[in-house]
């Protein structure tokens, strides 16, 4: 039985994945897109070094900044993982909030042609020319499910769509399969949820907490090791708004605005996005402790194993 701990950010994901893979015996599998980059920690809210020593993490600082990644790739490296993870008679937990990531351990990706060479070079031309605001309004012209359900203006994934579309004349989204999402019998899926106002309250909180840990001090050094600030794995929330303010171009509390503005509407998407898993078990967070939640969590496995 595998188990899957999602939910918006800052809604406590990574405490109940611990107390649950420190309970029955499991190990974490990051099912987020930035966390598996090495140099993103405090942004991307990765585990602690003494949460990593209590109970194993994977696809975690697995990544250099430069090295391109996507779904399909996280599908790949996922099932690989899992399958050393069961063969050590252990429990697989998922735990992340990357929506696409997710549903594709929920459901395999559908087919979609290679990448074409030569449309990417002509798209990575426009990119540096004309800027990627500008290949992302191409795509919400043609793709604008797509477009929609990005977090900022991702290099790679603007670029791979608009490859797609160039090569079939189909959008992006379109291989992506509609028919009803079913769960896999051999995972149970959960998602955590808090009131508006408490969320809200926890994402101020903790782009607060991110800029006394260092944060700056964390997008100078990714700077100063040399990796361009338009790198897929830069251009999200926090890493975009902390750049734009160290080239001068915004000040300190419109950056510090701006990152809990973008955070609000990241986890008002995703929160959208796991409301079409009818299967997954919604955790009321609101005033629980993980302990809590644990219990809680526990009780709904056992009734499941016990009706299927």
């Known amino acids: 039985m595998r188990m899957m701990i999602a939910g918006p950010t800052a809604s406590g994901k990574t405490a109940l994945a611990i107390e649950l893979a420190k309970k029955i015996d499991g190990e974490i599998i990051s099912a987020d897109s930035r966390q598996c980059y090495r140099y993103l920690d ?10 990593m020593e209590l109970v194993p993490h994977h696809n975690i600082s697995n990544l250099d900044p430069d090295t391109p990644d996507s779904v399909a790739l996280f599908a790949e490296r996922e099932k690989k993982i899992r399958q050393e993870i069961q063969e050590r008679g252990r429990k697989v937990i998922y735990c992340g909030g990357s929506t696409l990531h997710l549903q594709s351990i929920i459901r ?7 990448s074409d060479p030569k449309n990417i070079n002509e798209l990575n031309r426009l990119a540096n020319q004309k800027g990627l605001e500008y290949l992302y309004n191409e795509l919400k012209k043609v793709d604008p499910e797509y477009a929609g359900k990005m ?18 004349g189909k959008t992006f989204s379109s291989f ?6 079913e769960n896999p019998d051999d995972l149970t899926v959960f998602v955590l949820s808090r009131p508006r106002k408490q969320l809200h309250q926890r994402i101020s909180d903790r782009t607060d907490m991110m800029f006394e840990k ?36 915004i000040g300190t ?18 929160i ?22 644990l219990n809680e969590l526990l009780l709904k496995v056992a009734a499941d194993t016990q009706n299927r």
């Open 42 to 51: 405090i942004g991307t809210a990765k585990p602690t070094r003494e949460e």
């Open 176 to 181: 992506h399969s509609d028919s009803p999402i």
């Open 214 to 249: 260092g944060f700056l001090d964390e997008v100078k050094t990714l700077l100063k090791l040399g990796y361009d600030p338009g790198l897929q794995s830069l251009q999200t929330v926090g890493y975009r708004e902390a750049i734009l303010h160290l080239q001068g171009k």
């Open 108 to 114: 395999p990706l559908d087919e979609i042609p290679s």
């Open 151 to 168: 977090d900022g203006y991702n290099r790679q994934r603007i670029i791979r769509a608009l490859d797609v579309w160039k090569q079939t």
């Open 253 to 270: 509390n419109e950056m510090i605005k701006n990152i809990k503005t973008a955070t609000r509407r990241y986890a008002k998407r995703q």
């Open 272 to 293: 959208t996005w796991f409301r079409r898993w009818p299967f997954a078990y919604q955790l009321d967070a609101d005033g629980k402790n993980s302990h809590e939640l």
